[in-house]
């Protein structure tokens, strides 16, 4: 792939900063809104951020590694950059949509490019009841709470919380408990990627649930819809051989 005008963004740390100085001083560069491809220095957390500020450019992020984790990113190396990129293999990424009602009325909607997770707000559990296309799958769940993931995602949270991790060519989102009480040997449901899914609080005003998109959050919900959104694409570029699909088949064999 060619690229004709690049684009640098950088974190906040002091690596991240330093790249960006370093990459800006050797390379020509323009601004975001009208590059080409855009080059994010950071860590996952940033490549999030950077994926949800641009969704509107529909160009190609390429992202190195300032950070810690790095699962999103490519190896840092400023040397012959150019050849590097344009050497980068495309992967297409489809956000969840988030529609979630609060307990007032108020509907917000967000993206989620990693999970949706439904999370207690208080020391009591949360108990909600799970629909799939419009069918109640379970009628209660007693939970700290329970998420859904994309297959980017199903490597972060999704992991942490027990759940599977989804090869990216497989059309699946990951369905996951998070620290099921009852039904307690529950541990989750793999989906296909064009189910629907909703989430209907019980007691919310007792046991109030807050509903998070990655980074965006809504408290005191009580009824949360998830899908996919094919309409939306983004594209992650990465270098030879350590493409993403290889990188989520890898976390499978981690000790």
């Given at each position: 792939m060619t690229f004709g005008r690049v684009a640098f963004v950088a974190g906040e740390s002091p690596p991240a900063q330093d790249s960006l100085r370093r990459l800006t001083q050797r390379y020509a560069h323009v601004s975001p809104d009208q590059a080409d491809v855009i080059v994010a220095l950071g860590g996952d957390g940033f490549m999030l951020e950077t994926l949800?500020?641009?969704?509107?450019r529909k160009v190609p992020i390429y992202g190195m590694n300032r950070g810690t984790v790095g699962f999103l990113m490519n190896t840092f190396n400023e040397e012959d950059f150019m050849t590097r990129l344009e050497s980068a293999q495309p992967v297409e990424l489809h956000p969840l949509r988030m529609t979630a009602r609060r307990v007032n009325g108020e509907v917000v909607e967000a993206l989620a490019i990693n999970e949706v997770s439904l999370l207690r707000e208080t020391r009591q559990a949360a108990k909600i009841r799970v629909l799939l296309d419009r069918r109640v799958r379970l009628e209660e769940l007693i939970c700290d709470g329970v998420l859904v993931c994309t297959p980017a995602g199903s490597t972060a949270y999704n992991v942490s919380a027990h759940g599977t991790?989804?090869?990216?060519?497989?059309n699946l989102l990951g369905l996951t408990p998070i620290s099921a009480f009852r039904p307690r040997r529950w541990l989750g449901a793999l989906l296909h990627h064009t189910a629907d899914v909703d989430f209907e609080v019980l007691e919310p005003g007792k046991r109030p649930v807050s509903a998070v998109a990655d980074y965006t959050e809504v408290r005191n919900v009580s009824e949360v819809h998830i899908r996919e959104d094919r309409s939306i694409s983004m594209v992650l570029l990465f270098d030879p051989g350590h493409s993403l699909e290889e990188?989520?088949?890898m976390e499978q064999f981690l000790p």
């Open positions: 949800h500020r641009y969704l509107h991790i989804l090869p990216l060519s497989a990188r989520i088949l």
